[in-house]
């Protein structure tokens, strides 16, 4: 008897299990179509309205940060889209966000620093496969821009013939692959000047101070009356305050000195003496987040987004600290930037929303 009911319920336990199992697969296969339905292939920007979208595709800096990719910020200007900078890891956030990559115009450097060129290959190359390109992205940047855009496009002729061969030219036309150079050079004494008009899209180059790395730019984009200002890597700079007046959105830079300076004692402590001396030689070529709210203030700007940033609070408890007195300075909006920030400035409006896509 006992051995009979051992049994069945042994039988049962087996028909549960069964069904659980059969249960669990088909809920996983029902969320794997959801997600299919409601992500692949749509055109998540088409939900925006006309205006200026600008996405933060990262935030971060060298230092590695689990959430945070490399310094990146991306903009969608009607039906134009532009990419400033890309740091590592940051295309991969910029896809996640759903940004209309068939729509890429330009990208742009504000220096050449190799924090915010590493992610330039993968760019280029999700521009010619994702993007469809039938000619090479054109990159705007300083002086040198031609010497690492050729390096990428060469590091990158192995996998160009994969891709060609394997998808064929129909998919990959040849002619989209890699990047083509355009060096922006401001003459002397020049503090900024148009380098892209088309199509009511302005992007302003400006001269910004991050000695003895030289040129530095910052970037202002203008569509339909909304204004978008990025500092790139520079200290406190009168000529980017100038160039950003009246900007809807200003991005600065951040790097908090007590922070860093902690930081290099630690590491010199624990016997890691190169890496101290850099915490130290770092310090003078970044914005404090004072800086950067002084910036935006003199600016007049609406709202001020701190990226680029030395180093990351790794927790919200922390950004009190890292931010210092900068909320004193700047009585606008003012935020520190995280990875799928998603900013948009409605054309014929005067609104700065902010969203977040992940
Ligand atoms: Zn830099
Ligand atoms: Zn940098």
Known sequence: MKRKLGLLLAVIALLVGGAMLFARQQLAQRLFDRALDTSVGIDQSAALGDGLHAYVCGSGSPMPDASRAGPCIAVLAGNQAFVFDAGSGSIRKLMRM????????????????????DGLGELMLQAWVGGHRTAPLPIYGPAGTDQVVGGFNAAYQLDRGYRIAHHGPQVVPPGGFGGAPTLIALPDGTGSQVAYDRDGVQITVIRVNHAPIAPAFGYRIDYKGRSIALSGDTVYSPGFVAAAKGADLMFHEALNKPMVAALGKKLAERGQANTAQIMTDIQNYHASPEDAARAAREAGVKALVLYHLVPAPPARLIEPLFLGDAPKQFSGTLKLAKDGMLVSLPAGGKDVNFTSAF
């Open 98 to 117: 759903g940004f209309p990559m068939p729509r890429l115009q330009a990208a742009f450097l504000t220096h050449l620093h190799s924090d915010h060129i």
